[in-house]
């Protein structure tokens, strides 16, 4: 996809979560989005496909990754002169963050998944996004890994995310404070689990 393809796709997503935080919809259309970004119907039938009925999963995918990225770019910044931090805190940043991204469209995920059908359509398709993330997170933290290694690692930092985001849609309070203290806590779990089995180590 070229860059004016990239730049339209993203758009088309802010116009449809403006629409749907607006709405408390998911029920979509075409047109709506063509009003909301302002494009053609022909500019947007090159981005959307003709056999793509859930636009839910469509743009909830787009936002997702685009979100992801904007997340590793920022943790490389912090990074790339930290000396100090373990393994484990540039973990933890990595995923508060993500958090933190995910909170300026909380309302609009939890309108995605506010059922158990939703959730479960939700859940099996980003999955493998939540999964590439924590894959790159662990690229960017640990350059040199075993093949196996970092996929129990991955799969593990996946099961710590999936446990925290049911905090962050259960806790009605305005910030991520409560998201952060579980999160570090199934993290550490985590860690000790991987310790025991060998994963991780000392």
């Known amino acids: 996809m070229n860059l004016d393809n ?3 796709e993203w ?3 802010e116009a449809y979560f403006s629409i749907l935080e607006i709405s408390m919809s998911s029920n979509i259309s075409i047109d709506k989005l063509c009003i909301e970004a302002k494009l053609s119907r022909e500019e947007v039938e090159k981005i959307v496909p003709n056999n793509f009925t859930d636009l839910r999963i469509f743009f ?17 910044v912090d990074i790339s002169s930290d000396t100090v931090s373990s393994t ?3 973990i933890l940043e990595g995923l508060s963050l993500r958090f933190e991204k995910y909170f300026q469209y909380k309302q609009s995920l939890k309108i995605l998944s506010n059922n158990s059908k939703q959730k479960i359509d939700v859940f099996l398709s980003v ?16 350059e040199d890994q075993n093949c196996v290694t970092k996929t129990l690692k991955s799969l593990a930092l996946n099961i710590v995310f ?9 806790d009605e309070k305005k910030d991520i404070d409560k ?4 999160l570090d806590k199934y993290l550490s779990d985590m860690e000790d689990v991987g310790l025991l089995v060998g994963i ?3």
């Open 6 to 8: 990239e730049n339209l």
């Open 11 to 13: 758009k088309l997503c």
């Open 60 to 76: 909830l995918k787009i936002l997702i990754s685009k979100l992801d990225r904007d997340v590793l770019t920022e943790l490389k």
């Open 88 to 90: 484990y805190d540039k």
């Open 127 to 142: 999955f493998r996004e939540n999964y590439n993330f924590s894959s790159n997170l662990l690229t960017l933290i640990e």
């Open 162 to 170: 999936i446990k925290s985001l049911e905090i962050f849609f259960k």
């Open 179 to 182: 998201v952060i203290r579980y």
């Open 200 to 202: 991780i180590k000392k």
